[in-house]
């Protein structure tokens, strides 16, 4: 496997990374990741660190040292893999690429995200419409250059066919470590953070960012806040748009009623954050699938979320969710009985912990398994590829 990110870096893409390694192991397939150094990175079995760069204007992410991931991936023995996957566009896509074809070896790669409606995020200099037409140019040319494409969700999958891509596209969503997310004490986070037993409580989680749509979920709290004053929107993770998105909550005044919590550890922090909550709300438009929704699920947390994209694939009205209009009053006419009823938000969460359950990580990396070992079938039956 083949990444420009990975933890320490926390996104949905190194969550899925792992869980799918995980898996993989656990099933008996064994992989090696390729993917960057960061500072106080911590060795770990089966991942080959490579040294680069700090990205201007993305403190959190880094930039490969081309010659070092070449250097990297020489290094190991073709001998050992079957199959190459490559888990993003940008260098891990050409490095990983370049490496299968010496070798003679398949290669897969997952589109985890639509980098069409994120780029003019982060270049907003350039024109809106320019950066998405290259976006679909990028997206095109590299799926049409590996063996085959793992979408996390149909929309996705129909993004990529939108965007003329030839090569055979499989959805295979992330998995679930249903492990992760079998227990938590939201009692004792809201202890720690100060947040009374009865007090009104939404989180989101995940990165703050302004492809999120965060902004949205600011108006959400103020439409809630009117027939619930003492509401608070706790904010679980970290990103490019906390500074903006501070900023607009004091110009609203809104500062008794949001709270952020910056980045969780996974195992205990993150599930208790999510049990603290009454609801998790998620408003985002560009999500591939959105494991967060299904993380909450597990854990018996309702979910009043817009769906759209890639949630469209895990929202299913009454199964531990509330679909919500696109606006902020109607978002919030959805929210506000699982915040005044608990028992109504116990029964939905309940029978979100069942829905959640069909989404393991076993049952996805055995659809990943599956097609690894199809692909391989194939290209050892064309002459000239094995």
Known sequence: MVSD?????????STSIQTLRQALAAAGHASVLVAPDYPGTVAEPGVVRV??????????DRLM???????ALDALDPADFDLVHIHTPFLAHRAGVRWARKHGLPCVETYHTLFEEYFHHYLPFLPKAWLAAAARMISRKECDGVTAVIAPSSAMRN?????GV?????????GLRLADFADCDGAAFRARHGIEPERPVMAYVGRVAFEKNLDFLLRVTEAVRRERPDVLLVIA?????????????????????VRFVGYLERRTELPACYCAADVLVFASKTETQGLVLLEAMALGVP??????MGTRDVLQEGAG?????????????????????????????SAGRTYAAGWSEARMAAAVAGLYQDLQADWAAVPGTA
Do not use: M
């Not at 040294?51 to 993305?58: K, L, N, T």
């Not at 040292?65 to 250097?71: D, E, G, I, N, S």
């Open 159 to 163: 993004a990529l066919l939108g965007y």
């Open 51 to 60: 040294p680069g760069w700090q990205i201007p204007r993305d403190p959190e």
């Open 65 to 71: 040292h081309p010659r070092a991931l070449a250097a």
């Open 237 to 257: 993770g970290e990103g490019p748009a906390r500074a903006s998105l501070e900023r607009a909550v004091a110009k609203r005044s809104l500062t008794d009623n």
């Open 166 to 174: 030839t090569r055979p596209i499989h959805v295979i969503p992330t």
């Open 5 to 13: 990110v990975y933890f320490p870096r926390v996104n949905g893409v």
């Open 303 to 308: 979910v009043v979320a817009l769906a759209e």
């Open 321 to 349: 969710c509330r679909i919500a209009p696109d606006d902020a009053e109607g978002f919030a006419r959805v929210a506000l009985p699982l915040l005044a009823d608990r028992a109504a938000a116990q029964a939905l969460g």
